[in-house]
């Protein structure tokens, strides 16, 4: 089922989109922003691409997973301007006090697409399993929280394999 068009989004949905636009350089950057964060805003209960297109009108699988994989943007440089134009609004700004949390979250994940994925302490279940384990750093006043950042945390026999992958790669090319 056809879910979501950018035509259909309500017009906050653009504002906010507009205010990350110096991030990118070209109109399809531009584009695939809007098209990614419409899909991870959307009603559907998966969250992976070929959901994300299939459920928004004008949306092709290749097209996000370009703009995820191959389109040169800085996610550091949109993390930068999102805690910019959050602390810049009263409702979500933290001024005074805070505590800076460090959370590390284990998810069972199967199959070997996903980096991240390997046999390690998947908190969510209580034991050691296939799955994936991300680390997130909020900050906490109190009374609301503010997203900081999010690093998806690679086991020391992960990370050695991918490096291994890309000096091979780099040998190849």
Known sequence: MKETTP?????C????????DEAFTHKAQKRGF???L???LGESERKNLSQMAFNAIGVEYH???HFLTEAPWSDPQIN???LEIMNKCSQTRISRGFSLIIDDSGHRKS?????????QY??????TDNGIVVVTTPKYDGRKSLPLDIELYLMRVLYQKENKIQNLRKKLN
């Open 80 to 82: 930068e301007l999102r």
């Open 38 to 40: 419409g899909g991870l």
């Open 7 to 11: 035509s259909a989004m309500p017009p």
């Open 13 to 20: 949905f653009e504002k906010w989109c507009q205010r990350f």
């Open 63 to 65: 097209q996000l997973h």
């Open 111 to 119: 199959g070997n697409f996903t980096d991240g994925v390997g046999r």
């Open 122 to 127: 998947i908190g969510e279940i209580g034991k």
């Open 34 to 36: 809007r098209h990614y």
